[in-house]
């Protein structure tokens, strides 16, 4: 069996590739984010993740599947319940989530916890609906900056997420209102996956725009997983982007803040140039946050190419003892209705410098794939109560 001393694993997130079997019950039908993608645009232009087999997982409109693949190829199955961004990657490490996270997207949230967060804040809130970001930053911002009431918003997702102007409401501010709002949101009847603190500057509408001082405050994982067994077994855990929020800090022994997803490909190709032993964990968030959401093919598609452009990089980087994941936490297909995520199928990649022959894996039947084989790699036992087996021994 191949012998590794160090794997990198990017989640592309929302990089869906094709609807569940369950996708229905979910709100989501015939999706499919990176073929939908592929079809939307004129030019469509991913030269490394073609060579690895990203074309040969699902067919797309304007790049050909190859006949040799670098990589093992094949689709990850999403056992536990939901289609979210802890959901995903919990489960990519080991845990199955059965009781989905609350979410608040229809009604806002409670007036029993608007009125103790608001006492507890010292602030009126405004907002408390499902909005995008940007949405409501151009609805309520100038009269948040004018009254220093605070904006409190919910999405499809499990999140209470609270906008502060960087000048006027201040990130200590910004960051207390948050920490008050995780406590509250302990309760099970109001339990969110995540808070989340978004700064912003600007002075009027057309003029706001968030900035990277974005906080998480995500609930701990309910058990141990992936990661805080290779901790435990003196193995290195470098996160990137929001992986160190998404765990709570559970399990991760170096954490780098990402400014966009280019940035975060930037400082995976720097880890690249280091020495360790271990794991480096990277979420790539623009594709979801930017344009899934927003609903914008064109801008996931570029944002895909530029992505593409960091990978041949990072694969002249990669030594012959490295072995590189690429996948995604859930889907969001542009081109489909709303604003919400999609409960999809997501790609599994798998690539080094020393593999012989590539091959289809298949469907795989959870997306634990991921943290069981890297856990193979370091002969590291997976944790009690978690789920998946690896695919290390067919990765020859």
Not at 54 to 73: F, R, S
Not at 224 to 253: P, Q, R, Y
Request: charged share 30%; proline share 3%.
């Amino acid at each position: 069996m191949a012998k590794y001393n160090r794997v990198f694993v990017l989640v592309v997130d929302s990089l869906g590739v094709g609807a569940m079997p369950d996708s229905e019950k979910f709100g989501d039908c015939g999706v499919n984010t990176l073929q939908h993608i592929s079809e939307s645009v004129d030019t469509f232009h991913i030269p490394n993740m073609q060579k690895l087999g990203m074309a040969n997982i699902v067919p797309l409109k304007q790049v050909e599947a190859v006949e040799k693949p670098l990589a093992y190829y094949g689709k990850l199955v999403e056992k536990s319940s939901g289609k979210d961004t802890m959901t995903g990657h919990w489960e990519m490490m080991g845990l199955e989530i059965t009781t989905p996270f609350q979410t608040f997207t229809d009604t806002g949230f409670p007036p029993e916890l608007i009125k103790e967060l608001e006492e507890r804040c010292g602030r009126t809130i405004i907002g408390n609906k499902s909005a995008s970001g940007t949405e409501i930053l151009d609805e309520l911002a100038e009269e948040e900056i004018a009254t220093g009431k605070m904006i409190v918003y919910t999405s499809a997702d499990s999140v209470l997420q609270i906008c502060g102007n960087e000048e006027t409401f201040g990130l200590d501010e910004l960051y207390r209102c948050c920490e008050i709002a995780r406590e509250l949101t302990m309760k099970d009847e109001w339990k969110v996956g995540r808070v989340i603190a978004r700064p912003y500057v600007g002075k009027k509408k057309g003029e706001f725009k968030r900035t990277s001082n974005r906080h998480d405050y995500a609930l701990k994982p309910y058990g141990k997983t992936a990661l805080d067994a290779l901790k435990e077994a003196g193995l290195e855990v470098i996160s990137i982007g929001k992986i160190k929020d998404i765990f709570d800090g559970e399990g991760i022994t170096q954490a780098h803040k990402s400014k966009s997803s280019v940035h975060g490909m930037e400082q995976t190709i720097e880890v690249a140039g280091t020495d360790f032993k271990g794991l480096c964990y990277v979420n790539l968030v623009d594709f979801d946050a930017l344009w899934g959401h927003r609903r914008d093919p064109q801008g996931y598609a570029r944002e895909l190419e530029k992505f593409d452009e960091k990978l041949g990089i990072l694969l002249e980087e990669l030594r012959e003892d490295d072995l590189l994941i690429i996948t995604a936490d859930h889907g969001n297909d542009p081109t489909y209705t709303g604003t919400d995520h999609t409960r999809e199928k997501v790609p599994f990649l798998a690539y080094a410098k020393q593999m012989k022959e590539a091959k289809d894996l298949g469907e795989l039947d959870s997306f634990a794939v991921v943290g069981c084989t890297v856990a193979d790699v370091f002969d590291v036992a997976m944790p009690e109560n978690t789920i998946g087996e690896s695919v290390l021994s067919q990765l020859q």
